[in-house]
């Protein structure tokens, strides 16, 4: 997320009502997670764990619960509870709007496009030409959809990602400013979820065709020319490189990297990043030839076991 025009270190500090330690006019031009965080960017730590990466990391300003050496060419925020300060911010400078119509007169909508009856478009979306969004299809805010992109009945592109902290109080939702961005030439299956980056973007790239009911977490990637089966579920920041084939009711965790041309077979339970250029079942998963040679072995177990009940000595266990 970008603030337009971007703010002093002052101003964010007074807004968060906090101490701070830089120089007051210190630049900063946008808001990220630590996972995607860019120079000019303000981010949050609030556990040990993460100091570390946080002070290091390419954020230039800190929301920190700890008082710390500042690091060269940075700045430092101090409050007590950062995941707050963090999120009251998101909340002023990416707010909530209301929509008041079906298609927002504040989305622009390209030439050819045809929105059917019930579909929903919200404010500042992008269209591109030649697209059809079915009925029933909801676009939420900021979203950007290429030219030539079909996206088929209640689909849903946009939804806040599955993001809380946990409370003693109950869970604390992390507000989501990111966005999705569809490019040219693709198509989404009826009942998909697509959510929006939290604080990046969800891309899916030129041509990638998604079935009916998946589900792609924020912040994932997924490259050129994918084929995403039904029932698909992508969890959030997973890299899906070009060409990659995911059949249906594949599973694949977070934070993973899927690599180009990577073939998985439906029902498949991914825990780790994959190699491209291969072929891959099973849970948890592996090379296909390796999970089958294991299949069958497990089913000529019971045999197995009868042969040895058969041949067993008077005083063995079998």
């Known amino acids: 997320m970008k603030f337009n025009p971007a703010l002093s270190l002052k101003e964010l500090a007074n807004f968060v009502n906090s101490e701070f330690e830089g120089n007051p006019d210190f630049v900063i031009s946008g808001l990220n997670e630590i996972h995607m965080v860019e120079s000019g960017d303000v981010t949050f730590v ?7 990466k946080a002070l290091n990391s390419k954020a230039t300003t800190i929301i920190i619960n700890k008082r710390v050496d500042c690091p060269e060419g940075k ?17 002023k400078y990416k707010p909530f709007e ?20 019930g579909a929903f ?6 269209i591109g030409k030649n697209c059809i969004i079915h009925a029933n299809a909801s676009i939420y805010d900021h979203c950007i959809i290429g030219d030539n ?12 990602a599955y993001y809380f902290q946990r409370r ?12 999705v961005i569809l490019e040219d030439n693709v198509e989404v299956g009826a009942l998909c979820s697509i959510d929006k980056g939290v604080t990046g973007d969800t891309i899916i790239s030129f041509g990638t065709k998604l079935d009916n009911h998946c589900q792609i977490g924020h912040d994932t990637y997924i490259g050129r020319n994918c084929l995403i089966g039904a029932h698909a579920a992508i969890a959030g920041v997973t890299r899906i490189e070009d060409d990659v084939i995911i059949w249906g009711r594949v599973a694949i965790n977070k934070d993973l990297v899927i690599g ?18 291969k072929t891959y079942f099973g849970v948890p998963v592996a090379e296909v030839r390796k999970k089958w040679r294991e299949l069958a072995a497990l089913r000529q177990l019971p045999d197995l076991l009868v042969e040895l ?8 266990d079998l």
């Open 168 to 179: 003693p109080e109950g869970y604390k939702k992390f507000e989501s400013c990111g966005n």
């Open 121 to 126: 478009v919200g404010n500042h979306v992008t």
């Open 75 to 91: 700045a430092l925020i101090f409050h007590d509870k950062p995941f707050d300060a963090f999120i009251s911010i998101i909340k």
């Open 309 to 316: 009940r058969k041949n067993k000595a008077p005083d063995s």
């Open 149 to 160: 992109v079909i996206i088929h009945s209640n689909s849903v592109i946009g939804a806040d």
């Open 46 to 52: 609030d556990h040990p764990k993460y100091y570390d």
């Open 98 to 117: 209301v929509s008041t119509q079906a298609v927002s007169a504040k989305a622009k909508i390209g030439e050819g496009t045809v929105i059917q009856p």
């Open 260 to 277: 180009k041309g990577a073939v998985i077979l439906a029902t498949s339970g991914v825990d780790k990043s994959l190699e491209g250029g």
